[in-house]
């Protein structure tokens, strides 16, 4: 080969390294603070969703990627991000973030607590658990004397991890059984009759374009004659498949869900299920979503599949925090959609607002009154437990159900 062919070549390799060089120079990403500044505060609450824009006061260009901020556990993190600077280079910053819990333990207690001479008081429908903290410290102090009438001052107090305290005051009454004396009353009052609400009323004034009125049901229930469910104005129904006997209890089949289910599809009413659960864990919650799957695979539900979580006097000795059994319920549902059913979470309005805070899922609302003031999305109202239909012998819920994806 000539000298001048060896020579151009190696000119060629000459530019393409250069050319090589330069796309990687220009393309490297430098470590760079310089091209942003921070605002003061750097810390988010725990569970709450952040973003890195949310800490940076003023930046020369734009972000471009960043790493996801985990939020669910407490500490300080320290997040990168690529950032474009003011020349259009790359650059990458680094920021430290403090993951923090500031909120109390949510403890629902009475103000005042009685109890007869000589027995101990009964404490058990206090609850006490944490949003982050598996178990957090629950303790009554105070000295009362269960032998002596009288009022005894008590403090509850509930602490988490974190340091954040909740105190209470409560008073404590012990006293004396107050003996019959079997006197008769001057004026004998009449017995009053039951109240209840009218299926026909609920039709009358909340059936409408956007609305569907139906029931939900269980062995309580009893036989059920569905014929005259429907023709009361009944569009659907909600069945309990089966419940589960207390914390890592088996899982029972309700009774009545064979015959009940059967029978409110021959008569073309829209199905949708409910599971009573005490799920501990994500694991328990996907067994039970699985279990209730092999029970209903064989039916045509058009409606969702719900979790019905309500053992809340269980919920201490769980040793689960409020988050935890957000995700529980979250796992049993995921776990339902995955098998493409329709999951659903059923809660009151005042366990939706102070324990299902986290879930992200459609909402069965139960708030027995004519108008509710849930502020927040649900799919479905159940408005009443002593509702009265054709068809049912005793008190059954009546739901509203939307026809819209939500209603607020």
Known sequence: MSKKKILIIAIILLIIAITILIIYLNNRIIDDNSGFTLKDNLQTEVYTKANIKDYIDKIDGKILKQDPINTKKLGTQEISFIYLNKNNQKRRGTIQIEIKDTEQPLVWINNNYSTKVGQEPN?????????????????????????????????????????????????????????????????????????????????????????????????????????????????????????????????????????????????????GIYFYSYADSEKEATKQANWVIDQIKDYNITLPVVFDFESFNSFNDMELSIFGLNQVADTFIKTLENNGYIGVLYGSKNYLNAIWKYHEQPVWLAHYTNQTDYDKEYFMWQMCDDGKIDGINGYVDIDILYKSSSKN
């Not at 004397?145 to 974190?162: C, F, H, Q, R, V």
């Not at 105190?167 to 079997?182: A, D, F, M, R, S």
């Not at 009358?204 to 569907?212: D, G």
């Not at 014929?227 to 209890?249: C, E, L, P, W, Y």
């Open 123 to 271: 404490f058990d429908n206090i609850i006490c658990v944490d949003n982050y903290d598996n178990k957090p410290k629950c303790e009554m102090s105070g000295n009362y004397d269960i032998n002596t009438p009288g009022t005894y001052n008590l403090k509850y107090k509930a602490e988490d991890n974190s340091g954040n305290i909740f105190e209470k005051n409560i008073t404590l009454t012990v006293y004396e059984p107050v003996t019959n004396t079997h006197s008769t009353p001057s004026n004998t009052k009449q017995p009053q009759t039951p109240t209840f609400t009218d299926f026909q009323t609920v039709l009358t004034n909340y059936k409408n374009e956007n609305t569907e009125i139906g029931i939900d049901v269980s062995k309580w229930q009893g036989d059920i004659d569905f014929t005259k469910v429907k023709n009361a104005g009944a569009s659907f129904v909600m069945i309990r498949v089966g419940s589960q006997s207390g914390t890592k209890g088996e899982y029972v089949l309700d009774p009545y869900f064979k015959q009940n289910i059967e029978n409110a599809l021959q008569n073309n009413l829209k199905v």
